[in-house]
């Protein structure tokens, strides 16, 4: 009988986990939400869409490079934008970098994880609130108490503020756990009848507020109605993540005004998402953190950095020792 595993979260990194060992265990992703691809996320309402999360991610190591280039062709992924410009209160500051290929979902950033999580057995809408040893394995069970099976090995890839709290004291990770420092973000999603020339694909912001804005049509695979998302300060978000939301959308909203010229307040849709745990302010330095005796692990972008190349190579890293554990087994 296979040894059975449990991942908790189905984003890039419990994804990727999962396709490198699901030949050699009985894997099953147990994720919270509705889609797959965690901070790779896109929304949509009212007919606009929004990737309202990670905005792209780029592909430097040779396994990922491979990967994305099958997503292209496969029609998953595709490349955008050419350039990232910089905006500033005195106007636009163009791009003159080396091009390097960046990669979004086609026709939404959770394609991209969709494609990846292809023939997996993925539990959603299911959230894993504690685990309890029962034996020499582990139960799962749901916020009401409700039982979700038991398994051999657990693996969380949550952030890592959401997988201190789950894992038992004795986990040997709770150190390295604790010192990771992750930061918040508010994304402003703006839905316009109308065209609106920006004169840009996509830009980085600096203000006090503001980080990031794009827009949507540009991106291949997309509604050409006009979208953009904008991206508030990790700094300025963790200062204001218990805020009236109506006041944070509208302080968003006056930055991007000054910014712009334009006032967008009347546009015909808009809408606020708060992510929590969006930003990696210090990784744990560490590739992954496995506790052989507990037969427990953990493994996301926060090991080592900020990239979703990270969260890749945190998981194919812990995939090589689970590989020699389950061969051992």
């Given at each position: 009988m296979k040894t059975s595993i449990a991942i908790i979260g189905a984003g890039i990194a419990g994804i990727t986990l999962a396709r490198a060992i699901s030949h050699a265990a009985d894997v099953t992703i147990f994720e919270k939400s509705?889609?797959?691809?965690?901070?790779?996320?896109?929304?949509?309402?009212?007919?606009?869409?929004?990737?309202?999360?990670a905005q792209y991610f780029t592909a430097r190591s040779p396994a990922l490079k491979a990967t994305?280039?099958?997503?292209?062709?496969?029609?998953?992924?595709?490349?955008?934008?050419?350039?990232?410009h910089t905006l500033k209160a005195d106007g636009l500051v163009t791009d003159t970098r080396a091009p390097e290929p960046r990669y979004v979902g086609v026709p939404g950033m959770s394609a991209f994880a969709n494609g990846l999580a292809d023939g997996l057995h993925i539990r959603k809408d299911t959230t894993v609130a504690r685990l309890a040893a029962s034996e020499g394995g582990w139960a799962?069970?749901?916020?009401?108490?409700?039982?979700?099976?038991?398994?051999?090995?657990?693996?969380?890839?949550?952030?890592?503020?959401?997988?201190?709290?789950?894992?038992?004291?004795t986990f040997a990770g709770n150190a390295a756990l604790k010192t990771v420092e992750m930061s918040g973000c508010f994304t402003l999603m703006i839905g316009l009848e109308g065209p609106l020339d920006l004169g840009f694909e996509a830009a980085r912001i600096e203000d006090p507020v503001l980080s990031w804005i794009a827009a949507e049509a540009g991106k291949p695979g997309r509604s050409d109605r006009t979208a953009l998302t904008i991206h508030s300060r990790n700094d300025w978000a963790e200062a204001?993540?218990?805020?009236?939301?109506?006041?944070?959308?509208?302080?968003?909203?006056?930055?991007?005004?000054?910014?712009?010229?334009?006032?967008?307040?009347?546009?015909?849709?808009?809408?606020?998402?708060?992510?929590?745990?969006?930003?990696?302010?210090?990784?744990?330095?560490?590739?992954?953190?496995?506790?052989?005796?507990?037969?427990?692990g953990a493994c996301g972008d926060w090991c080592l950095g900020n990239r979703v190349?990270?969260?890749?190579?945190?998981?194919?890293?812990?995939?090589?020792?689970?590989?020699?554990?389950l061969q051992g087994a």
């Open positions: 509705r889609g797959l691809g965690g901070r790779m996320a896109n929304r949509r309402r009212e007919g606009f869409a929004f990737d309202h999360g994305a280039k099958q997503a292209v062709a496969q029609g998953h992924a595709g490349i955008w934008p050419k350039a990232v799962l069970s749901d916020n009401e108490g409700h039982d979700l099976g038991r398994v051999d090995l657990v693996v969380s890839t949550a952030p890592a503020p959401q997988t201190i709290r789950l894992m038992p004291e204001n993540l218990e805020r009236d939301r109506g006041e944070v959308q509208a302080e968003m909203l006056q930055s991007l005004k000054q910014l712009m010229g334009q006032d967008l307040s009347a546009a015909t849709w808009i809408d606020l998402h708060r992510w929590r745990y969006a930003n990696v302010e210090k990784p744990a330095g560490q590739s992954f953190l496995f506790d052989e005796a507990l037969g427990l190349e990270a969260a890749v190579e945190s998981a194919t890293a812990l995939s090589e020792r689970l590989k020699r554990r």
